[in-house]
């Protein structure tokens, strides 16, 4: 998987915890009933924290404008056509991926099973900043005089 800045992090996408949803995109896609399901999905999944990940053989920069609020959704990765021609048998095909196991994947024509089965999915847990250890907050000293 390449980034749109040419960074190949393959197996730190495939290592990431948490469920992620993986949409295969092929050059030749059309436009259809598909897109705006897809929007209602991923809304969904940001809700639960699960990020989207577009992976496609079409440049990020055509993909910004033939399909913009696609991309603001969902992470566009570059990736080889065969690769892409082999994970999914419709175009668009999308993929429910924990740590990388495939969970569950639907074609296009599916993707309102998508989104009853994403009801069913945890949400994932957001990485937490610690609180600062209560002893490193300096005490209010009661007896200042103002």
């Known amino acids: 998987m390449i980034a749109e ?16 949803l993986w949409l295969f995109l092929k050059d030749g896609y059309e436009e259809g009933e598909w897109n705006p399901m897809l929007q209602v999905i991923m809304k969904s999944a940001l809700q639960k924290n699960i990020p989207g990940f577009i992976l496609t053989n079409i440049s990020v920069e055509k993909l910004r404008e033939e399909s913009p609020e696609l991309v603001r959704l969902m992470f566009p990765l570059r990736s080889d056509v065969t690769a892409v021609k082999t994970a999914g048998r419709t175009n668009p095909t999308l993929y429910l991926v924990k740590q990388g196991t495939i ?13 009853v089965d994403l009801q069913k999915v945890p949400a994932n847990v957001r990485e937490e900043i610690p609180a600062p250890a209560t002893d490193s907050i300096p005490a209010k000293d009661s007896s200042l005089k103002k």
């Open 5 to 20: 800045d040419g960074t190949d992090f393959t197996h730190e996408f495939l290592d990431e915890p948490g469920y992620e």
């Open 103 to 115: 969970l569950n994947k639907w074609g296009m024509a599916d993707f309102e099973m998508a989104l």
